[in-house]
């Protein structure tokens, strides 16, 4: 592993290390010659990556599928940004790097995840939905992965945990708003949030950095997360049908109408609250995230946030000056 992490690194730092290898390219230069644009990354972030060596081609058919390479490089600067200008690159030996090192992690350890996880859990008292939650988190390699797996792969929630901490915070921020309409059916409600993105257990992988799976491209986690729900629903005898399609209703309707990928629209007040609490908690965590990760940059606005498609403003939290 490298002693230094690469959002440590400053220009003309020459270092060596063990890193993810997030993304590899062989593309050409002006004289025709291959050379390689990669994408690096430890749990501190990722930077672009360059190998202009004569033997770029043969490197490439060494190292386009691995995970993991060793590098012996220097910080260059390219277009203002910092990027990796590559002299070595191998495939490391499994005992030179901890695969688990490399992701980024949250702030809350998943030990005490699983606690609150496990505390939400208690406080649903209807008999199904209390035995399904039972039944999913009950299976350790479910809780496992749970617990594991980041909320998405690069915009909010992008570390080891993310998904168990976006989940619990859905629930909190669904069990206020419902506290608001006594119309609304908690017990589903709780339920549907610490459901709804249960299907990102298989939609993304995090072996030494986060990615999709093929599953998770061509099905999605809203379709996966409800298959299995539906097939552990379908394991519980007796299971009411009524409240099994209130809970697929909440999978399937949680990104809402228009384009953003779920087959139906929210027709009930607890998939409408899980929706919004859904995308608020999402937008938060991910502008914390930028606010986190460009404060310590010159300017007033933080770096183009694509995934919005605007600047933030971040100059006041910046702090000691009022
Ligand atoms: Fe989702
Ligand atoms: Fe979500």
Known sequence: MSDKRLKDFQINDSFTGCFALRQCQKRTKNNGEPFLAMELGDSSGRLPAVYWEADAGE???????AKVVYIVGIITEFRDKPQVTVREIRIPQS????????????????EKLAIELRNIIETVSDEWFSALLAKIFGDEEILRKFLETPAGKLWHGAYVGGLAEHSINVAKICELTASFFPVCRREPLIAGALLHDLGKIEELSADSHFDYTAEGRLIGHIVLGYQRVRSVIASIDGFPKGLADEIFHMILSHHGDGDKGSPVPPITLEASILHHADALESQANAFK??????????????????PVGR???????RGGEE
């Open 59 to 65: 490197i490439f058919e060494q190292i386009a599928d």
């Open 95 to 110: 005992e030179e790097f901890d695969a688990d090192e490399l992701l980024p992690k949250g702030d809350i350890p998943p």
């Open 289 to 306: 995230h930028v606010i986190e990760r460009d404060m310590a940059k010159p300017g007033e606005f933080s770096e183009w946030v694509r």
């Open 311 to 317: 600047f933030l403003f971040i100059d006041h939290y």
